[in-house]
């Protein structure tokens, strides 16, 4: 059962301004990509409106799932790593007292550079896990765009 979409004045005035904006830019990116120098005409095809609007995308909100589930994998190699780090303090613990209270200069260097490579792997995490949302969000449009295409009956 479809429901009944109702909208109002605000609503439809804003509707028509958001379409006509996008109208816009798809035609300013189909003039961009044909603007050859000398043609007075552009000629706008089908095929050019729909491949730019393969690359426009209404953002879907996501679950809480979806979310716990994002959260969860960029989480669980921050606390891996805390873990195994915890350990080795642990383990190492009289050696690390004994050098902060004895070599406090060589100990600023320590952590200085400690605290660089933490930061520069939990960067180099965070690039990794975005990159392969947004592969898996390419992913799942092209099968989508692909499956679009397909005849539902002969």
Do not use: H
């Amino acid at each position: 059962m479809e429901k009944i979409i109702s909208y109002t004045n605000s609503a439809t005035s804003k509707m028509e301004k958001v379409i006509s904006g996008l109208r816009k830019k798809i035609e300013d990116d189909i003039v961009e990509s044909k603007n050859f120098p000398g043609e007075e005409i552009i000629e706008i095809t089908a095929s050019d409106i729909e491949n730019t609007f393969n690359r426009v995308r209404i953002i879907k909100r996501y679950s809480k799932k979806s979310f716990n589930n994002r959260l969860i994998t960029l989480l669980l190699p921050i606390y891996f790593l805390s873990g195994i780090l915890l350990m080795l303090f642990g383990v190492y613990y009289k050696e690390i007292k004994d050098f902060i209270e004895n070599d406090r200069e060589q100990l600023a260097f320590v952590l200085s550079g400690f605290i660089l490579s933490l930061t520069a792997g939990a960067i180099y995490f965070l690039r990794k896990f975005r990159e392969n949302e947004r592969r898996k969000e390419i992913i799942e449009k092209n099968y989508e765009n692909s499956n679009r295409f397909k005849p539902e009956s002969f």
